[in-house]
């Protein structure tokens, strides 16, 4: 339902009206209560901006006069003087000023014209008043102050103990909202619920004792069953909740619930009722609360009709989608809840424990780690709906905060991997089961067998649980949360490395065989399935988390790449220590000579090959990110690509390894053409990368994107133009030109692969190094030029005659005049 919404113009202009779509109330909704700023949505004087901080905000409701703080400090700024001619008294740091009226008391026309104000300050006040006044005011000025001390002492004891006695005897804050909810909605529904509502809130012992009560009675009107009355009927007297809530699924609502004209009043006394208990409502919360709002309000069943009754054949449609403003105040509600019982929640007590009287206790195994959240994370984070995931991930995202570090990464890392093992089960069996492409129903399978509904559940789980880690870590614009960051990172990639057996125990790579000793493919599917689903939601979550990076730079003075990449320095030091941990893991694996099964080594080696290629990708987007703008630490990246690159590893590196590995050298380098690092230490790699492989088994089909070609033209393309003259005429032009050289002397076959190289060679060009023109290319490069110059080639120290040979043979090998003459 993408209807406009009206809503008054509070900063002024010529439409006092104005309306809002659907999409735009869901770019700015929010459910983070925390955070008020200047660009929240709650800095507005909307009426319902004002409720809530009327209720939740105590610094609101002292400004806005309510409250002895906001009294006090009115009483020691001073008070009028009833004489009639002091009207107002502005006392500032050091002087007291007056408006004084002179003149006529009385004005017949009621136009207050027979006076002059005049202001007059302490100095002048001197002269004004007369000696015996201010002989006066000198004796008795000693006496006066004590007994204005006195005075403001006496009424504070007195506001106070009035403040102690109304909570118990007087009004609740309850009750005000209450009647303010009555005054804003005359439903009759509504109308219904604040008659069996007010009874029983007229005092904080009231709304104690009854507490049980109020809440069935919320719950009761937050929505009405589909197709039968306004509300739900209240339990009997002796009716448990169990079977107050069978009867309700089978005989008054089997079709579900829909929200009514009440729906967001209601939500709202569920947050103000939060205020006033406090943890007294945590015994309804995980129980009745939270179970109505999530399952019945934002996950109602879908819609099912009779097509053939003969034939019982039924059609099931989706419902009509809720509106933002339902949606919105669903998740600011649970987030009301939630910081009023954070406690409660963080420590998983047990409600039925309070309910029966019982003590609580901490368990040791769940202490501080929120884990009784997780049962609802599949219908709010997972949704369908994106509002949906990134509301509920705001409203859980303060809670996990509050958590103790072990309990955080305990519950964090539950939760993704949970996801990644339903995630590889679901595509498991949908790779078993459809092969090809097939027609199943109204859908489509693809290569995996997955349907396009499959397809669109993942894709929401990713980006729900990628959403969640990035809002526990999300700190102030253009910061990581400076105590949970870190942890959160390491986390999610511990995760990731500890799929493939990467951990800090010793042997992990021989026990990680030692579970695949069986040979079941399956098992293999499974782990491969749960290593891309992990990275997935570790590359979704750091694309949201550079973004805020880049985005909330601004907000600080100077805010340029140093103090940017200073604030993801800590996340790339994480991303740093996983890489680590993938390439000991590597180097750890036992050789094939020494396993007893080929097929295990085989099977570890894919699985852990294809973690550290994970990794290097998250490196590899990282760099690429804005060309390099949060890399700080040039020096580490060098040391991870000289180890990568380095023979124990490179060549005996899966294709899909080196390929990533190729990205990342190509990545890191291109945003750093002029480190000396770089062409010191990684330059002498380029003859191992760009040979041929010696053994026909290494020879598989790269999956680099540039149509499958080989490394020395993936270098070509994505790293040579890139390279300053001198560093690409030393290390990198000598080892293609010897790669196209034996790639053809090789295979025959090959020529048209070193003819593709040759001319990439030949068509390179370079930026100048012309500071000034830093944008400009050199076209007439007499660098590349020389290399092709028959004078230079005779010259070239690092080319053999038989390469030179064999390279002119290349470019004359397919001019055939006689066979082929030109046309």
Known sequence: MDQPTKSFNTKGGKNRLRFASSKSRAKHASADVYRNGTSDRLSSTSSTAVREKRVHDSSFRDSDGN???????????????????????????????????????????????????????????????????AGADEDTKDVSEEQELENEAKEEEDEEEEEQTALVTGGTIFLSELDVSAQRNGSLLFQKLVRELRPLCKSLAELLHHSEGIVELLIAHLLSPRGGM??????????????????????????????????????HLFGVLARELRQEIYPYLTTRILPRIIDDMLNPPPTTTMIDSDNHQQNQRNNVPLDV?????????????????????????????????????????????????????????????????????????PLLRKCVDSG?????????????????????????????????????????????????????????????????????????????????????????????????KKNNANKKSEEMSDGDPRKLVLERNKAEALYEVASQFLYKLRGHIVRGSGAHEGGGDEVTGGAFAEVLDEMH????????????????????????????????HSIAGYVIGLMTETIDFQDGRLLVNKDRVTNSLQTLLNRDIYSHATRELQDRILQYLCAAWRTNPNHPSFALRLGKFFPSIVAPP??????????????????????????????????????LIPALLNAAAASSCGDKSNTDSSLVLLHTIATAVWPTVDPHRSHDVDIDDTVADALFAREAAENCPEISPNLRSSLFDICLSNIDFESNPPT
Request: aromatic share 6%; hydrophobic share 30%.
């Open 694 to 731: 010696t053994d026909s088994s290494d020879a598989t089909t790269s999956s680099l994107e540039d149509g499958g070609l080989d490394p020395a033209l993936f270098l070509g393309r994505n790293l040579l133009p890139h390279l300053p003259k001198k560093v690409a005429s030393t290390y």
């Open 577 to 608: 220590r996983a890489l680590d941990a993938a390439t000991t893991t590597m180097k750890e694996l036992p050789p094939s000579s020494t396993s007893s099964s080929t097929e295990i080594t085989t099977s570890t080696v894919s699985i852990v």
């Open 230 to 267: 306004d509300h739900t009927p209240s339990r009997f007297a002796k009716e448990s909740w169990k079977s107050y809530m069978k009867r309700l699924s089978d005989e008054v609502a089997p079709d579900g619930y829909t929200i009514n004209v009440a729906t967001n009043d209601v939500l």
């Open 67 to 133: 409250g002895g703080a906001s009294k006090r400090r009115r009483r020691k700024g001073g008070k009028a003087k009833d004489d009639g001619d002091v009207h107002v008294v502005i006392k500032e740091d050091e002087d007291e000023e007056e408006v004084r009226y002179f003149g006529r008391d009385n004005d017949a026309e009621g136009l207050g014209m027979g006076r002059t104000a005049v202001i007059v300050s302490s100095k002048s006040k001197l002269q004004l008043e007369t000696p015996e006044a």
């Open 408 to 504: 955080l990464k305990r519950h964090l890392g539950r939760t993704v991997k949970a996801l990644a093992s339903s995630l590889a089960a679901a595509a498991a069996v949908a790779t078993e089961e459809g092969a090809g492409d097939e027609v199943v129903g109204d859908e489509t399978t693809g290569t995996n067998g997955m349907t396009n509904s499959a397809k669109r559940a993942r894709s929401d789980a990713i980006d729900g649980v990628s959403s969640l880690f990035f809002e526990v870590v999300r700190g102030a614009p253009g910061r990581v949360h400076s105590k949970k960051g870190r942890l959160v990172v390491r986390t999610l990639l511990d995760s990731l490395v500890g799929c493939g057996g990467g951990s800090k």
């Open 325 to 397: 403003s339902h949606i919105e105040s669903a998740f600011r509600t649970l987030s009301y809840l939630f910081k009023y019982n954070a406690e409660q929640l963080i420590y998983n007590h047990l409600p039925k424990q309070q309910l029966d009287g019982g003590v609580v206790t901490k368990g040791k195994k769940s202490q501080g780690d929120a884990d009784i959240l997780r049962r609802y994370y599949g219908k709010t984070i997972c949704h369908r709906r994106d509002i949906v995931r990134r509301l509920a991930c705001e409203s859980y995202a």
